[in-house]
């Protein structure tokens, strides 16, 4: 088998009323970076590659440097290429657009040889453990134009979390950092009390603090029982990470802006994180996903894939989900304790929900792992098509 030709599609859906804001930007849009990949046997395969990021830059690498590279080449040699490829770009690589690039094409190459071998890529990672996820939702951001008065929106902010409690979720994923901490412990605390005590309550921060006033933030977040507090610091400062974690007791999670099995080496072996996130579309799609995760068992460090993105994009993380081990084996693993859970963002984003001809769901709080071969999904053309191409919004930034 042959890879014959490479696709890119950028998607993007415009989110006027419904844009939100994280302590560092905010989202005018969604969008994706979609690629497939065609082979001379008449299979193809998808990936994504990218999060938050422009799409553009992603799309450039993948049609200007990479596919020359793979055309021509055998995909269900996936794992040579991950390393060929990374060793061509080496020297201008390394980080970004270059890896999220190499992601996608990783991605979509597992899909084609799980189709060609007629098993999920679950089990070409060696086998699943379940059938399906717990899931936490990831809600509870900053809305509308008056989040500076968060007074005001303290009710919203409560309805909202209990939205989720009553659609099936049992575990919940807040942000904070784009007020004053003292603020924010109150924003922790009105959700906290909206979903009670016995829904797991996760934080994060997206990186918005030094490690002093992160220090401060996680002396509030110890008392509402917060289960892990998420980029507490800058991703390249690693004195501070580890400074945040030997100063709580709250579990201290994060990576999902690093790439690589090196950058995930200095996340955990310089005793950063309890909790490694890496993302399936950013850090090096599968291939690179079964060397961190390898990496951080060896260091006690459990890994817990960061999701963002379309259905595709969702998929990709329940196969590996799917495939992780219980952390460590035991009787009867519990979820949050030691088996992993998804992250299931409930912002809108129709490229998640309407993308597949048979989208992803969250039912009675667990997602299952798509079952057909390859990644299991179908792409809808039409929806692809609906979505492609469209201006995009003004820079992420530019309103905060
Ligand atoms: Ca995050």
Redesign the pocket.
């Known amino acids: 088998m042959r890879i014959t030709k490479v696709d890119t599609i950028i998607v993007r859906v415009p989110l006027g009323q419904q844009r939100f804001l994280?302590s560092q930007c905010a989202f005018p849009e969604r969008n994706s970076l979609l690629v497939r990949v065609e082979t001379d046997e008449g299979i193809h395969g998808w990936g994504e590659g990218g999060q938050y990021g422009p799409p553009e830059p992603v799309a450039s690498c993948i049609n200007h440097v990479l596919v020359p590279l793979i055309t021509g080449k055998n995909p269900l040699d996936h794992g040579r290429i991950s390393l060929e490829l990374y060793a061509a770009t080496r020297d201008y690589g390394q980080k970004g657009p270059y890896i999220e690039a190499l992601s996608a094409i990783d991605i979509a190459l597992w899909d084609i040889a799980g189709q060609a071998l007629g098993v999920p890529v679950s089990r070409l990672l060696g086998g699943a453990f379940r059938d399906s996820v717990p899931s936490y939702a990831?809600g509870c951001y900053y809305r509308g134009g008056n989040h500076l008065d968060h007074r005001s929106t303290l009710a919203g902010l409560a309805e909202e979390a209990k939205s989720y409690r009553e659609a099936g979720f049992r575990m919940l994923?807040m942000k904070v950092g784009l007020l004053r901490v003292e603020d924010d412990w109150e924003r922790v605390a009105a959700v906290r009390e909206a979903i009670g005590p016995e829904c797991t309550l996760l934080v994060?921060a997206?990186h918005a603090y030094n490690a002093m006033t992160a220090v401060h933030m996680a002396r509030g977040l110890e008392r509402h029982n917060v289960r892990w507090f998420?980029?507490p610091v800058p991703p390249e400062d690693r004195e501070g990470y580890r400074r945040v974690r030997n100063s709580t007791s709250v579990p201290i999670?994060g990576g999902?802006c690093e790439y690589t099995r090196y950058g995930f080496r200095d996340l955990i072996t310089r005793g950063c994180v309890d909790i490694a996130?890496p993302d399936l579309c950013v850090a090096g799609g599968f291939s690179e996903w079964q060397r961190i995760v390898a990496l951080a068992d060896s260091f006690g460090v459990w890994t817990v894939p960061?999701v963002?993105g379309s259905g595709v994009a969702l998929a990709a993380a329940l196969h590996a989900l799917a495939a992780l081990p219980p952390f460590p084996h035991t009787a009867h693993p519990v979820p949050m304790q030691n088996e992993p859970v998804i992250?299931f963002d409930r912002n809108y984003n129709p490229l998640r929900d309407d993308l597949l001809e048979d989208p992803i769901r969250c039912v009675g709080g667990s997602v299952a792992i798509p079952a057909g071969p390859g990644l299991g999904i179908r792409v809808r053309e039409d929806v692809l098509e609906h979505y492609a191409n469209a201006a995009p919004m003004a820079a992420r930034g530019a309103e905060c």
């Open positions: 994280s990831t994923k994060d997206n998420e980029e999670a999902e996130q960061h963002w992250e």
